[in-house]
């Protein structure tokens, strides 16, 4: 059973950091694209971030373009956003979400998501 | 980017009664490997989002049949063949054809 377990999220201060992490099993991890997706409270789904299997490809919302980081580890079967300058407007949960297959594009597996709130 | 609009925003259904959701896109979603990569995702409230339909019709794993989609090029629709309770909730179209990924606005689905 696919299985995707995000953490990481919490209350931070605009123009501070925060790392979310996406602890993956029940599937080869290093052979599927995954994603990151945001939902602002009441709002609706925002892409935020993609890596490909190896890693090598990479895209980013311009949104979030030179503030967060995506990266992964196949060793640990795990995916990362490194989120930092975050602003108000980043407060989100925030759901890593695997492609469907490695050949067929669509966000066919997610996780239950981790809340980041940006406030003073 | 590609544009996603939904339509209606809103959908009041009367239990066992079909409803459509509209979604079209700015441009045609028709990928280079000649797939069209328009997907159907269900929120119900409180929970993650969930994969309905991919590729335009065909239906993710445990799907209901009464769940079907169709469309080509820029216009797309999905369909509930008669609506059932646990159908309340958020329906979003969303386009894997080109980076960035891009969503519908949502439609919200709710019992009469």
């Known amino acids: 059973e696919v299985q995707l377990v995000e953490s990481g999220g919490g209350l931070v201060q605009p123009g501070g950091s925060l790392r979310l992490s996406c602890a993956a099993s029940?599937?080869?991890?290093?052979?599927?694209?995954m994603n990151w997706v945001r939902q602002a409270p009441g709002k609706g789904l925002e892409w935020v971030s993609y890596?490909?299997?190896?890693?090598?490809?990479?895209y980013y919302a311009d949104s979030v373009k030179g503030r967060f980081t995506i990266s992964r580890d196949n060793a640990q079967n795990s995916l990362y956003l490194q989120m930092s300058s975050l602003r108000d407007e980043d407060t989100a949960v925030y759901y890593c979400?695997?492609?469907?297959?490695?050949?067929?594009?669509?966000?066919?597996?997610w996780g239950q998501g981790t809340l980041v709130t940006v406030s003073s | 980017d590609i544009v996603m609009t939904q339509t209606p925003l809103s959908s009041p259904v009367t239990l066992g009664q079909p409803a459509s959701i509209s979604c079209r896109s700015s441009?045609?979603?028709?990928?280079?490997?000649?797939?069209?990569?328009l997907s159907w995702l269900q929120q119900r409230p409180g929970q993650p989002p969930r994969l309905l339909i991919y590729?335009?019709?065909n239906r993710f794993s445990g799907v209901p049949d009464r769940f079907s989609g169709s469309g080509a090029g820029t216009d797309f629709t999905l369909k509930i063949s008669g609506v059932e309770a646990e159908d309340v909730g958020v329906y979003y179209c969303?386009?894997?054809?080109?980076?960035?990924?891009?969503f519908g606005q949502g439609t919200k689905l709710e019992i009469k």
């Open positions: 890596i490909s299997g190896s890693g090598s490809a990479i």
């Open positions: 969303m386009q894997a054809t080109q980076f960035p990924l891009t």
């Open positions: 441009q045609s979603l028709v990928h280079s490997d000649g797939n069209t990569y």
């Open positions: 029940g599937f080869t991890f290093s052979s599927y694209s």
């Open positions: 979400a695997r492609w469907h297959t490695p050949m067929v594009r669509n966000l066919g597996y």
């Open positions: 590729k335009i019709s």
